[in-house]
């Protein structure tokens, strides 16, 4: 991996002292839009691996597109040392991994984050083995990250807080209100992501949650969360079509 993709300190610094990080959110599974993306210099890209159309192949394209232009996280698509060990080696910079309700599962996270003595993770990968030695010197950059998107988790939000080695908790909305029962602005989900945030706050650990368009994503880093989602492509695209819609009605 050459050194201007390695991990650095700057992310995790950020994350925690601000100003918000305004992620441009990829899941529609192509390269070429993580390199355009890329040409704007967001603060940082996020690659949906579990909701999104990426595979092994593609995902490990996009972070080369991207090419150290800006540091990519990928959502994993599910706790394993697998989904999380291939996306860092494909050279993301951290993961965020979905539905975690306990703080042991947590643990397990960083576990799968960081390599021996501190966790578990196998060493390998094309990319971050070109230079391991400096790879693995930079590993302690990576961020670690879990979402807390169940009522279940919300309850162990202070425990899951309080891991060793969390870099930062992300709220999901959608999960959240399915588990909850309760709509986005309802005052039960209001408080739960309070609850969160509190927690976050108490334990020293940034939080973000994931939001759907500029003006959320504003609103919600005004709150004081550290990441959220300034632009998602499948909103983009959906957008195009009103303009498709309006050519209808107006041109004909
Ligand atoms: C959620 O809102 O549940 C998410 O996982 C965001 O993609
Ligand atoms: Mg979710």
């Known amino acids: 991996m050459i050194s201007s993709r390695l991990p650095t300190p700057a992310l995790k610094a950020r994350l925690k002292s601000g100003p918000s ?34 595979d092994r192949s593609t995902m490990e394209s996009a972070i080369g597109a991207v ?72 590993a302690q950059h990576l961020v670690a990250s879990v979402m807390i998107e169940t009522a279940e988790a919300v309850e162990a939000a202070e425990a899951i807080a309080a891991t060793p080695g969390l870099d930062l908790i992300f709220i999901g909305p959608g999960d959240l209100t399915l588990s909850l029962g309760a709509g986005q602005g309802t005052p039960a989900f209001e408080a739960a992501v ?23 994503a504003l609103a919600r880093a005004r709150e004081g969360h550290a990441l959220v989602v300034a632009a998602y492509d499948v909103a983009v695209t959906r957008s195009a079509t009103a303009q498709v819609r309006r050519f209808q009605q107006e041109a004909s």
Not at 34 to 50: K, N, Y
Not at 72 to 93: E, F, K, N, P, T
């Open 21 to 54: 990080i305004g992620c441009h959110w990829l899941s529609l599974g192509s390269p070429a839009i993580a390199e355009l993306a890329a040409d704007a210099g967001p603060d940082a890209i996020v690659i949906d691996t579990q909701h999104g159309l990426w």
């Open 194 to 216: 309070a609850k969160v945030m509190a927690a976050g706050k108490a334990a020293g650990v940034p939080v973000g949650i994931f939001t759907t368009g500029i003006d959320q």
């Open 67 to 138: 090419a150290g232009r800006a540091p990519v996280l990928v959502r994993v698509a599910d706790q394993s040392d697998w989904a999380i060990g291939s996306a860092l080696d494909a050279g993301a910079h951290g993961v965020i991994v979905p539905m975690v309700n306990t703080a042991d599962e947590c643990a397990r996270v960083i576990g799968a984050v960081q390599y021996p003595p501190v966790g578990r993770r196998s060493g390998g990968g094309a990319r971050t083995s070109a230079d391991f030695a400096a790879y693995r010197g930079a």
